[in-house]
């Protein structure tokens, strides 16, 4: 019987700090609106890390979170990959710290850099860890502080983005070909650096010493994750024998209310079914999926043998989606 990877549990961690579009304004002295924001993003708050947070604490308080949903204990866990563009540091990786900070010295652990896919990649590694037998236990968070990293002075970008972390338990069991069917049952991955000047930090935690910033062209990234988004959802589908009536929940990356918007279309699904955190988080980056994985999962909405597509598009150009059975 093939090895499946089941989703054990789910968690989040948003810092305390919210921060609405006024005050934001406000704070910065940019020139901008609530009703811009809004109409352009649909985001009305973000969260924002304490002095003190950074990306390795708020991703061990979503795991905390995530190993107590599936009754499990840190010391259990065999593999930690992280999904991060704002990592403590360049070493040790983020996935380690998260390990010592839950007292574990089991397993082993990394992180990965495909930025706002980078939950999507991780996912996909970490499936075929378990897959292939390596480890039966796996946790995969994405954290981010991208408070850090935008700049403040350019309204074009500090505008969309916020801080927070969420995580997912995987655990090896038998889901393909019983009753059930359940687990994560594909993920298509895709990157094209050519386009790698659309979203991208000028410096950081590279080799060039300086603390970088984030830059973006968002109305070309804007147009790349419509049509982009769109075609992999497909080929996820395809993949599985699957069509847009099979599925029950699109858990998007949580970039901008209107690329949510058409995907839900694209996917004919009513607005119920798309969940939705932009307008409470903003973008947090390789964090949204999982924290909006976790608000649904945690309220009850995402129910056991529901069908839940994650898609999601960042810096690189990376892109991806990833079909799973809850
Ligand atoms: O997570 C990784 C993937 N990222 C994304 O998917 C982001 C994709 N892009 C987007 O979400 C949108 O392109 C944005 C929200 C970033 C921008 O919306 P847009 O409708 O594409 O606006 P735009 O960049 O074409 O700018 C339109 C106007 C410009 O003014 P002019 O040149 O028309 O006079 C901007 O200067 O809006 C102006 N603008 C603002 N005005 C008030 C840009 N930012 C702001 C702002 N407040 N914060």
Redesign the pocket.
């Known amino acids: 019987m093939p090895i499946r990877s089941l989703i054990a549990g789910c968690g989040s961690y948003l810092p305390e700090r919210s921060l609405s579009n006024v005050e934001l304004a406000q704070a910065y002295g940019?020139?901008?609106?609530d009703e811009?924001?809004v109409e352009?993003?649909g985001i009305h708050n973000r969260h924002i890390a304490a002095p003190d947070e950074t990306a390795s604490t708020l991703g061990a308080n979503a795991a905390r979170a995530a190993l107590a949903r599936a009754g499990m204990r840190a010391d259990e866990i065999d593999l930690i990959v992280v999904a991060t563009a704002t990592p403590d540091s360049a070493f040790p990786s983020t996935a380690v710290r998260i390990q010592a900070l839950l007292g574990s010295t089991r397993g082993f652990g990394f992180d990965i850099s495909a930025?706002?896919t980078g939950f999507v990649y991780a996912l996909n590694v970490a499936d075929n860890f378990i897959r292939s037998g390596q480890v039966k236990t796996a946790l995969v968070i994405g954290a981010e502080v991208f408070s850090r990293i935008v700049d403040w002075t350019d309204?074009?970008?500090c505008?969309?983005f916020g801080d927070g972390a969420g995580a997912v338990v995987l655990r090896a069991g038998e889901g393909e070909g019983t009753a059930a069917d359940r687990g994560i049952l594909s993920t298509h991955l895709h990157a094209d650096g050519s386009f790698g000047d659309l979203?991208f930090v000028d410096g950081g935690a590279g080799s060039n010493g300086t603390a970088g910033k984030l830059r973006?062209t968002?109305?070309a990234?804007?147009r790349h994750?419509v049509s982009k988004l769109a075609d992999v959802v497909d080929e996820a589908l395809a993949a599985n024998g699957l069509g847009h009536s099979d599925v029950r929940w699109l858990v998007p990356?949580q970039?901008?209310r209107?690329?949510i918007d058409a995907m839900g279309r694209k996917l004919k699904l009513p607005p119920e079914r798309v969940v939705v955190t932009v307008d409470r988080h903003a973008?947090t980056?390789a964090a949204s999926i999982p924290l909006a994985l976790a608000e649904a999962a945690g309220d009850g909405r995402i129910q056991p043998g529901d069908l839940v597509v994650m898609e999601?598009?960042?810096?690189g150009l990376t892109w991806g989606a990833t079909l799973a059975r809850f």
Do not use: E, K, P, Q
């Not at 940019?30 to 609106?33: A, E, G, I, Q, Y």
């Not at 999601?312 to 810096?315: L, S, V």
């Open positions: 940019l020139d901008t609106s811009w924001i352009r993003t930025a706002c309204r074009g970008t505008v969309l979203l973006m968002g109305n990234v804007f994750a990356h970039a901008n209107r690329i973008n980056s999601a598009i960042g810096g």
